[in-house]
Structure formats: C-alpha cells, structure tokens
C-alpha cells in the first residue's frame, strides 16, 4: 500500500456508515464504554446492536470516557507508519475531554505534523467534516491546508436532534444550556441543538412526532436557501421516523449527499434510545 501524504483520524462518536470509512480510508479511534463494572472499546468490545438490546433492562446507565493521552499516542503512531502526517478531527471539546488528551498524545509524538481541529459537533456532524477533509486529502493538499479547509466549514455546520427524554443527557453532564428544561412539563419532546459546542435548547413540544416535523420545518427552510449541502441523519432504535427524515431532506434540489445512520454505543449512552436528529453543512 503506498504511503499517505496526510491521513484523517477521528474517533467513534464519528457515527458514518462502515462502507464510507473504508472508502475514505478513515482512522476511527474507539471512545471507551463504562458499564456494569467493564470497560468496552467502542464498536469493538460492544456492537451497536448488543448495546440497544442491553439497555432497557440495565440497573446502571453507562458512562463514557475518551482514550488516555498514551493511548492517542499509540493511535498516532499507527497512523504514522503509513502516512506523512495526520489531520485528527473530534468531537467537540466542550461535550468531551477528548481533545485535550489527543493533544497531550500528539505532543510525544515530537516533530511529526498532527493537526488537531475541533468539530464543535459529534455524531454525522462530526462525520460530515471527516469525509470533507478525506476528500480535500485526496486532491493533494497538505495537512495544514485540509485542517484550515475544515476549519472554514465548522462554523457552517447545524446538528439538530429531538429526544425521549433528557434523563441520558442530565445524568452524563452533557446538557449544556438545556439543563433549564430538566423538571419541566415531564411530556414534552425537546428539540435540541449544537451552538458553539454545546447542547442547547431550540424548541419544546408537546409530541415527539410535532418535534420532528419542527426540526424538519427549521432545517429544509435553511437547507433551501444554501448551495450544495452536505447532510446526515441519525437515530437510536428510532429507524422509521429516520427515514422519514431522510425521505424529506431528499426533496432538497441542492443536496449532494445523505448518510444515513445509527449512533454508536458511546453517543447512546448519553441521549437515550429514541432520539433522531439530523447535520448539515453547505460548501466554502
């Protein structure tokens, strides 16, 4: 196999489809999955599948951790036997300690180019900005160009989500400025989404179908008036109302690519089953 000039790496909250990871020729470094006294890689240790079917009658609501600072080390160095350098994208530094000890990883790595960006997202948001900076790899420009290249799209990208419950999210500590809604009216079906990193409320409805259909109204209306866009969408044990979803965005004249897919074990473990949601961005 001939050497990369630059390689993209992320980590598994990455949510994109197997096939799209191994066209892209994607590093994926698993998140680490707490629960019931082990400790499993993600999608590795535990598949998506067991994880749902575990769930429901677990006594004890798992916990997420990112890999130590030796262990990003010993990613990178993987990495390294095969590429010139390393564009390592991930989830967002706010919703993870991930960043931080990636950094601290890459520092032992001495002179060899990484360059590390925060999505200020997760999930297809995330996935979305991974297959971007892949495809500006493939054209041959250098890393420090793919990362300034990702850089410019972070700001354009919009991640919305409707969940069962914001029980997940309040017990992970990943709520964010929706932490307000917690004991509030028990039946509504909050819709949430990213700003500047972090998870915040957008709208509270009474049902989840009128959640769904809000979040649709809000993102096709945006979605129609932007070029070329890049979406995602995403469920947990929710497929149908995905694939409604998906079925709206395709009516968009604009759109250049829909993946479709579940949330891993570790994004799970925070937001519940339940939940669907969607990211997009549009071109520089």
Known sequence: MSRAKVAIVTDSTVNLPVDVIQEHNIYVIPQILNWEGKSYLDQIDITTEEFYERL????????????????????????????????????????????????????????????????????????????????????????????????????????????????????????????????????????????????EPLASIRTKNKAIQHMLDVVLGEMKEKSKVHAGVIHARAPQDAAYIAEQVRTVDNLKELFVSELTPVIGANVGPGVVGMGYYTEV
């Open 56 to 199: 429901p009658n677990s006594k004890d609501l798992p916990k997420t951790s990112q890999p130590s600072p030796g262990q990003f080390t010993e990613h990178f160095e993987k990495v390294a036997e095969g590429a010139d350098s390393i564009v390592a994208i991930f989830v967002s530094e706010l919703l993870s300690g991930t960043i931080q000890s990636a950094h601290l990883g890459a520092e032992a790595m001495g002179d060899y180019p990484i360059e590390i960006v925060d999505s200020r997202s997760v999930s297809l948001g995330l996935g979305l900005l991974v297959v971007a900076a892949a495809r500006y790899a493939a054209e041959g420009h250098d890393h420090e160009e793919v990362a300034a290249y990702v850089r410019t799209l972070v700001p354009r990208l919009r991640v919305l989500f409707v969940v069962d419950t914001l029980e997940y999210l309040h017990k992970g500590g990943r709520i964010g400025g929706a932490k307000r809604l917690v004991g509030s009216v028990l039946s509504i079906k909050p819709v949430l989404h990213l700003e500047e990193g972090k998870i």
